[in-house]
Protein backbone atom coordinates (compact mmCIF):
# COMPACT_ATOMS: atom_id res chain seq x y z
CA UNK A 1 0.00 0.00 0.00
CA UNK A 2 0.70 3.36 -0.84
CA UNK A 3 -0.56 6.40 -0.48
CA UNK A 4 -0.17 10.42 -0.05
CA UNK A 5 -2.33 12.92 1.43
CA UNK A 6 -2.14 15.99 3.32
CA UNK A 7 -1.03 16.79 7.28
CA UNK A 8 -3.95 18.63 7.94
CA UNK A 9 -6.81 16.35 6.11
CA UNK A 10 -5.08 13.59 7.95
CA UNK A 11 -4.67 14.76 11.28
CA UNK A 12 -8.10 16.13 11.48
CA UNK A 13 -9.72 12.35 10.37
CA UNK A 14 -7.58 10.96 13.09
CA UNK A 15 -8.82 13.25 16.01
CA UNK A 16 -12.21 12.70 14.95
CA UNK A 17 -12.27 8.17 14.16
CA UNK A 18 -10.10 7.92 17.31
CA UNK A 19 -13.16 9.52 19.45
CA UNK A 20 -14.42 6.28 19.15
CA UNK A 21 -11.59 3.73 20.39
CA UNK A 22 -11.87 2.95 24.09
CA UNK A 23 -9.36 3.66 26.67
CA UNK A 24 -9.62 -0.11 27.95
CA UNK A 25 -10.11 -1.73 24.51
CA UNK A 26 -11.59 -5.32 24.85
CA UNK A 27 -8.71 -6.61 21.82
CA UNK A 28 -5.41 -4.66 21.11
CA UNK A 29 -6.58 -4.42 17.50
CA UNK A 30 -9.63 -2.17 18.80
CA UNK A 31 -6.69 0.27 20.14
CA UNK A 32 -5.84 0.76 16.18
CA UNK A 33 -7.16 2.59 13.52
CA UNK A 34 -7.77 0.90 10.19
CA UNK A 35 -6.59 2.71 7.06
CA UNK A 36 -8.73 1.23 3.73
CA UNK A 37 -6.77 2.69 0.35
CA UNK A 38 -8.70 1.52 -2.92
CA UNK A 39 -8.66 3.18 -5.70
CA UNK A 40 -8.72 7.05 -5.26
CA UNK A 41 -10.27 6.62 -1.72
CA UNK A 42 -8.50 6.72 1.61
CA UNK A 43 -10.87 5.40 4.33
CA UNK A 44 -9.71 5.81 8.18
CA UNK A 45 -11.93 3.65 10.32
CA UNK A 46 -12.12 3.10 14.37
CA UNK A 47 -14.41 1.11 16.59
CA UNK A 48 -15.68 0.04 20.11
CA UNK A 49 -17.85 -2.40 18.78
CA UNK A 50 -20.44 -0.01 19.46
CA UNK A 51 -19.50 3.31 18.20
CA UNK A 52 -17.43 3.32 15.09
CA UNK A 53 -16.81 6.29 12.50
CA UNK A 54 -15.24 6.57 9.40
CA UNK A 55 -13.85 9.34 7.57
CA UNK A 56 -12.78 9.46 3.91
CA UNK A 57 -10.08 11.44 2.87
CA UNK A 58 -8.97 13.05 -0.16
CA UNK A 59 -5.43 11.64 -1.39
CA UNK A 60 -3.56 9.95 -4.15
CA UNK A 61 -3.82 6.11 -4.45
CA UNK A 62 -0.46 4.51 -5.71
CA UNK A 63 -1.36 1.05 -4.30
CA UNK A 64 -4.13 -0.76 -2.79
CA UNK A 65 -4.28 -1.53 0.58
CA UNK A 66 -5.13 -1.98 4.40
CA UNK A 67 -3.10 -1.55 7.81
CA UNK A 68 -4.52 -1.68 11.60
CA UNK A 69 -2.11 1.23 13.74
CA UNK A 70 -1.60 2.04 16.82
CA UNK A 71 -4.56 5.20 17.21
CA UNK A 72 -2.44 6.58 19.76
CA UNK A 73 0.94 7.03 18.73
CA UNK A 74 -0.06 7.58 15.09
CA UNK A 75 -2.46 10.36 15.65
CA UNK A 76 0.73 11.99 18.15
CA UNK A 77 2.77 11.51 14.95
CA UNK A 78 0.85 13.42 12.84
CA UNK A 79 -0.01 15.76 14.70
CA UNK A 80 3.35 16.89 15.20
CA UNK A 81 4.20 16.90 11.28
CA UNK A 82 3.94 19.93 9.71
CA UNK A 83 1.63 21.21 6.74
CA UNK A 84 2.19 19.85 3.50
CA UNK A 85 1.78 16.19 1.54
CA UNK A 86 2.68 13.02 3.59
CA UNK A 87 3.85 9.91 2.38
CA UNK A 88 2.33 6.41 3.85
CA UNK A 89 3.48 3.22 2.53
CA UNK A 90 3.28 -0.21 3.67
CA UNK A 91 5.84 -2.92 3.72
CA UNK A 92 4.86 -6.20 5.38
CA UNK A 93 3.84 -5.09 8.56
CA UNK A 94 5.74 -1.54 9.25
CA UNK A 95 4.30 1.56 7.80
CA UNK A 96 6.48 4.36 7.16
CA UNK A 97 5.60 7.72 7.65
CA UNK A 98 7.12 10.73 5.01
CA UNK A 99 7.44 14.10 4.54
CA UNK A 100 10.09 16.33 2.78
CA UNK A 101 12.08 16.62 5.80
CA UNK A 102 11.11 13.55 8.02
CA UNK A 103 10.32 9.83 8.16
CA UNK A 104 9.10 7.18 10.78
CA UNK A 105 8.42 3.59 11.04
CA UNK A 106 5.28 2.48 12.98
CA UNK A 107 4.74 -1.24 13.75
CA UNK A 108 1.18 -2.11 12.26
CA UNK A 109 -1.42 -4.91 13.47
CA UNK A 110 -2.98 -7.83 11.27
CA UNK A 111 -6.08 -5.79 9.42
CA UNK A 112 -7.79 -9.17 8.61
CA UNK A 113 -8.85 -8.81 12.59
CA UNK A 114 -10.39 -5.97 12.48
CA UNK A 115 -14.02 -5.51 12.74
CA UNK A 116 -16.22 -4.29 9.50
CA UNK A 117 -17.77 -1.07 9.18
CA UNK A 118 -21.69 -2.28 9.76
CA UNK A 119 -23.70 -2.19 6.22
CA UNK A 120 -25.77 0.87 6.29
CA UNK A 121 -29.84 -0.14 6.01
CA UNK A 122 -32.87 1.18 7.57
CA UNK A 123 -35.21 3.76 7.37
CA UNK A 124 -34.06 7.49 7.16
CA UNK A 125 -35.26 10.46 9.35
CA UNK A 126 -34.39 14.07 9.10
CA UNK A 127 -34.09 17.16 11.33
CA UNK A 128 -32.81 20.77 10.48
CA UNK A 129 -29.18 20.70 12.51
CA UNK A 130 -29.98 23.76 13.76
CA UNK A 131 -32.88 22.10 15.35
CA UNK A 132 -31.41 18.53 16.02
CA UNK A 133 -28.06 20.25 17.17
CA UNK A 134 -29.15 22.27 19.82
CA UNK A 135 -31.70 19.76 21.18
CA UNK A 136 -28.96 17.13 21.98
CA UNK A 137 -26.76 19.57 23.54
CA UNK A 138 -28.74 20.79 25.86
CA UNK A 139 -30.14 16.69 26.81
CA UNK A 140 -26.88 15.05 26.39
CA UNK A 141 -25.29 16.64 28.91
CA UNK A 142 -27.37 15.52 31.78
CA UNK A 143 -26.39 11.46 30.33
CA UNK A 144 -24.44 9.21 33.00
CA UNK A 145 -21.07 8.56 31.91
CA UNK A 146 -20.64 5.47 34.11
CA UNK A 147 -20.22 2.81 31.64
CA UNK A 148 -21.54 0.34 35.06
CA UNK A 149 -25.07 1.48 34.35
CA UNK A 150 -25.08 1.93 30.28
CA UNK A 151 -28.84 2.58 30.16
CA UNK A 152 -28.36 5.79 31.44
CA UNK A 153 -25.72 6.64 28.93
CA UNK A 154 -28.36 6.53 26.74
CA UNK A 155 -30.72 9.92 25.29
CA UNK A 156 -34.02 8.46 25.28
CA UNK A 157 -35.84 9.24 22.09
CA UNK A 158 -39.50 8.68 22.30
CA UNK A 159 -41.51 9.40 19.00
CA UNK A 160 -45.30 10.14 18.81
CA UNK A 161 -47.17 13.05 18.45
CA UNK A 162 -43.72 14.77 19.08
CA UNK A 163 -40.11 14.05 19.39
CA UNK A 164 -38.82 14.04 22.92
CA UNK A 165 -35.47 13.83 23.90
CA UNK A 166 -34.02 12.91 27.85
CA UNK A 167 -30.64 12.47 28.90
CA UNK A 168 -30.46 11.14 32.62
CA UNK A 169 -27.90 10.08 35.23
CA UNK A 170 -30.62 9.42 38.16
CA UNK A 171 -30.09 12.75 40.44
CA UNK A 172 -30.79 15.02 36.97
CA UNK A 173 -32.97 14.95 34.10
CA UNK A 174 -33.45 17.48 30.90
CA UNK A 175 -35.99 17.10 28.24
CA UNK A 176 -37.09 18.91 25.42
CA UNK A 177 -39.85 18.46 22.96
CA UNK A 178 -39.48 19.00 19.44
CA UNK A 179 -42.67 18.76 16.44
CA UNK A 180 -41.88 15.66 15.04
CA UNK A 181 -44.81 13.71 14.71
CA UNK A 182 -44.06 9.81 13.45
CA UNK A 183 -44.91 6.51 14.68
CA UNK A 184 -44.75 6.02 18.73
CA UNK A 185 -41.63 4.32 19.37
CA UNK A 186 -38.68 4.60 21.69
CA UNK A 187 -34.95 4.56 21.01
CA UNK A 188 -32.34 4.48 22.83
CA UNK A 189 -28.97 5.98 21.22
CA UNK A 190 -25.57 6.38 22.84
CA UNK A 191 -25.03 10.10 24.34
CA UNK A 192 -21.10 10.44 23.76
CA UNK A 193 -21.58 8.97 19.87
CA UNK A 194 -24.73 11.43 18.82
CA UNK A 195 -23.09 14.20 20.60
CA UNK A 196 -20.12 13.60 18.35
CA UNK A 197 -21.81 13.04 14.97
CA UNK A 198 -23.64 16.51 15.96
CA UNK A 199 -20.12 17.65 16.54
CA UNK A 200 -19.06 17.19 13.46
CA UNK A 201 -22.29 17.84 11.62
CA UNK A 202 -21.80 21.19 12.75
CA UNK A 203 -18.13 21.78 12.23
CA UNK A 204 -18.74 20.06 8.71
CA UNK A 205 -21.87 23.48 8.40
CA UNK A 206 -24.43 20.41 7.68
CA UNK A 207 -28.17 21.77 7.15
CA UNK A 208 -29.66 19.03 7.26
CA UNK A 209 -28.75 15.65 9.45
CA UNK A 210 -30.04 12.63 8.31
CA UNK A 211 -29.84 9.38 10.67
CA UNK A 212 -30.87 5.91 9.34
CA UNK A 213 -32.36 3.54 12.46
CA UNK A 214 -32.21 -0.24 11.95
CA UNK A 215 -33.64 -1.77 14.41
CA UNK A 216 -33.35 -4.96 12.77
CA UNK A 217 -29.50 -4.80 13.52
CA UNK A 218 -30.22 -2.96 16.46
CA UNK A 219 -27.65 0.67 14.76
CA UNK A 220 -28.27 4.14 13.95
CA UNK A 221 -26.08 5.64 11.17
CA UNK A 222 -25.18 9.51 10.30
CA UNK A 223 -23.71 9.83 6.89
CA UNK A 224 -22.41 13.60 5.58
CA UNK A 225 -20.12 14.96 3.51
CA UNK A 226 -16.55 12.10 4.02
CA UNK A 227 -18.01 11.28 7.35
CA UNK A 228 -20.02 7.73 8.08
CA UNK A 229 -20.90 6.80 11.92
CA UNK A 230 -22.66 3.83 13.05
CA UNK A 231 -23.24 3.40 16.50
CA UNK A 232 -24.92 0.34 18.35
CA UNK A 233 -29.05 0.58 19.95
CA UNK A 234 -29.25 0.14 23.31
CA UNK A 235 -31.64 -2.32 24.87
CA UNK A 236 -33.19 -2.21 28.58
CA UNK A 237 -35.23 -0.26 30.28
CA UNK A 238 -34.90 3.64 30.19
CA UNK A 239 -36.29 5.46 34.20
CA UNK A 240 -40.30 6.32 33.42
CA UNK A 241 -39.36 10.14 33.05
CA UNK A 242 -42.82 10.98 32.90
CA UNK A 243 -43.80 9.75 36.31
CA UNK A 244 -40.34 11.61 37.47
CA UNK A 245 -41.70 14.99 35.99
CA UNK A 246 -44.22 16.88 38.27
CA UNK A 247 -47.03 18.06 36.82
CA UNK A 248 -47.28 21.79 38.61
CA UNK A 249 -45.19 23.18 40.75
CA UNK A 250 -46.74 25.26 43.64
CA UNK A 251 -43.73 28.01 43.78
CA UNK A 252 -42.64 29.72 40.53
CA UNK A 253 -39.71 31.92 40.31
CA UNK A 254 -38.10 34.11 37.14
CA UNK A 255 -34.82 35.64 37.91
CA UNK A 256 -32.06 36.93 36.03
CA UNK A 257 -29.70 34.11 34.89
CA UNK A 258 -26.07 36.08 35.16
CA UNK A 259 -27.57 37.64 38.65
CA UNK A 260 -27.48 34.30 39.83
CA UNK A 261 -24.99 32.56 37.90
CA UNK A 262 -22.07 35.06 39.50
CA UNK A 263 -24.27 34.24 42.99
CA UNK A 264 -23.75 30.51 41.92
CA UNK A 265 -19.84 30.79 41.77
CA UNK A 266 -19.55 32.73 45.00
CA UNK A 267 -21.69 29.82 46.97
CA UNK A 268 -20.14 26.98 45.06
CA UNK A 269 -16.75 28.39 47.15
CA UNK A 270 -17.82 27.37 50.06
CA UNK A 271 -19.44 24.48 49.05
CA UNK A 272 -16.50 22.83 48.15
CA UNK A 273 -17.05 19.88 51.32
CA UNK A 274 -18.57 16.56 50.77
CA UNK A 275 -21.19 16.50 47.89
CA UNK A 276 -20.80 20.69 46.72
CA UNK A 277 -24.12 21.03 48.24
CA UNK A 278 -26.10 24.41 48.09
CA UNK A 279 -29.06 25.55 50.02
CA UNK A 280 -31.80 27.45 48.19
CA UNK A 281 -34.29 29.40 50.17
CA UNK A 282 -37.40 31.36 48.00
CA UNK A 283 -38.21 34.12 49.93
CA UNK A 284 -40.13 37.19 49.66
CA UNK A 285 -37.57 39.12 48.04
CA UNK A 286 -36.54 36.32 45.81
CA UNK A 287 -33.97 33.41 46.19
CA UNK A 288 -31.32 33.05 48.54
CA UNK A 289 -28.31 31.15 48.01
CA UNK A 290 -26.34 29.26 51.34
CA UNK A 291 -23.76 27.32 51.46
CA UNK A 292 -21.19 26.66 54.26
CA UNK A 293 -17.65 25.00 54.93
CA UNK A 294 -16.53 23.41 58.16
CA UNK A 295 -13.19 24.76 56.90
CA UNK A 296 -13.78 28.21 55.61
CA UNK A 297 -17.11 29.54 56.64
CA UNK A 298 -20.17 30.34 55.11
CA UNK A 299 -21.91 33.16 52.87
CA UNK A 300 -25.44 34.13 51.65
CA UNK A 301 -26.44 35.91 48.87
CA UNK A 302 -30.00 37.29 47.30
CA UNK A 303 -31.05 37.04 43.70
CA UNK A 304 -33.71 39.36 43.38
CA UNK A 305 -36.68 37.43 41.76
CA UNK A 306 -40.41 37.35 40.35
CA UNK A 307 -42.77 35.47 42.00
CA UNK A 308 -45.19 33.71 39.58
CA UNK A 309 -47.18 32.25 42.26
CA UNK A 310 -48.44 33.34 45.44
CA UNK A 311 -45.76 33.51 48.37
CA UNK A 312 -46.77 31.60 51.35
CA UNK A 313 -43.62 31.42 53.47
CA UNK A 314 -39.83 30.81 53.02
CA UNK A 315 -39.17 27.38 51.29
CA UNK A 316 -35.69 25.91 50.85
CA UNK A 317 -34.22 23.13 49.11
CA UNK A 318 -30.39 21.95 48.70
CA UNK A 319 -28.81 21.04 45.41
CA UNK A 320 -25.47 19.55 44.19
CA UNK A 321 -23.87 23.26 42.71
CA UNK A 322 -22.31 21.35 39.96
CA UNK A 323 -25.84 20.53 38.51
CA UNK A 324 -27.09 23.44 38.32
CA UNK A 325 -23.73 25.08 37.11
CA UNK A 326 -24.01 22.91 33.81
CA UNK A 327 -27.33 23.78 33.14
CA UNK A 328 -26.47 27.36 33.15
CA UNK A 329 -23.17 26.94 31.41
CA UNK A 330 -24.93 24.72 28.71
CA UNK A 331 -28.16 25.87 27.94
CA UNK A 332 -27.52 29.59 28.35
CA UNK A 333 -30.45 31.11 29.14
CA UNK A 334 -30.98 34.98 29.82
CA UNK A 335 -33.56 34.96 32.06
CA UNK A 336 -34.48 31.45 34.21
CA UNK A 337 -37.52 29.86 35.44
CA UNK A 338 -37.45 27.91 38.66
CA UNK A 339 -40.20 25.53 39.84
CA UNK A 340 -40.46 23.73 43.15
CA UNK A 341 -42.90 21.85 45.39
CA UNK A 342 -41.37 20.91 48.83
CA UNK A 343 -37.72 20.20 49.67
CA UNK A 344 -37.30 16.33 48.76
CA UNK A 345 -39.59 16.55 45.99
CA UNK A 346 -37.71 17.33 42.42
CA UNK A 347 -37.70 20.72 41.68
CA UNK A 348 -37.10 22.43 37.83
CA UNK A 349 -35.67 25.16 35.92
CA UNK A 350 -35.34 26.01 32.32
CA UNK A 351 -34.93 29.39 30.26
CA UNK A 352 -38.21 31.88 30.86
CA UNK A 353 -40.77 31.30 27.91
CA UNK A 354 -38.91 28.08 26.85
CA UNK A 355 -41.89 25.79 27.43
CA UNK A 356 -40.55 22.94 25.49
CA UNK A 357 -37.49 21.73 27.75
CA UNK A 358 -37.05 21.28 31.41
CA UNK A 359 -34.31 20.66 33.84
CA UNK A 360 -35.11 18.30 36.82
CA UNK A 361 -32.81 18.06 39.57
CA UNK A 362 -33.35 16.15 42.43
CA UNK A 363 -32.79 18.01 45.66
CA UNK A 364 -30.28 16.99 48.62
CA UNK A 365 -31.57 15.74 52.53
CA UNK A 366 -29.37 18.27 54.77
CA UNK A 367 -29.48 18.70 58.56
CA UNK A 368 -29.26 22.03 60.32
Same mark, same amino acid.
Given at each position: ????????????????????????????????????????????????????????????????????????????????????????????????????????????? =???????????????????????????????????????????????????????????? #??????????????? &?????????????????????????????????????????????????????????????????????????????????????? =????? #??? &????????? =??????????????????????????????????????????????????????????? =??? &??? #????????????????
Amino acid at each position: MKVSLLQENLHQALTDVQRCISSRPQLPVLGCILLVAEENKIQFFATDLQFGMMATVQGKVEEQGRAAIPAKVFTDLIATLPAGTIELTLNEHTLEVKTQDASAKLQTF =ASADYPAFPAKEGEDLEFPLDVLAPAIQATSFASSLDETRPILTALCLHFGEELEIVGTD #GFRLAKISLPYSAEE &RTLLIPSKAVSEAIRIATRKKVQNVVFTVSEKLKQVFFSFDGYDISMRLLEGQFPPYQKIMPADFAVQLVFDADEFQQKLKTASIF =ARDGA #GII &RLIVTEAGL =ALRSSSSTFGAQESLVRAKHLTEFKGEQEIAFNSRYVQEFLSVVKPEQIWFGMNEPLKP =AAL &RPQ #GMEAFTYIIMPFRVNG
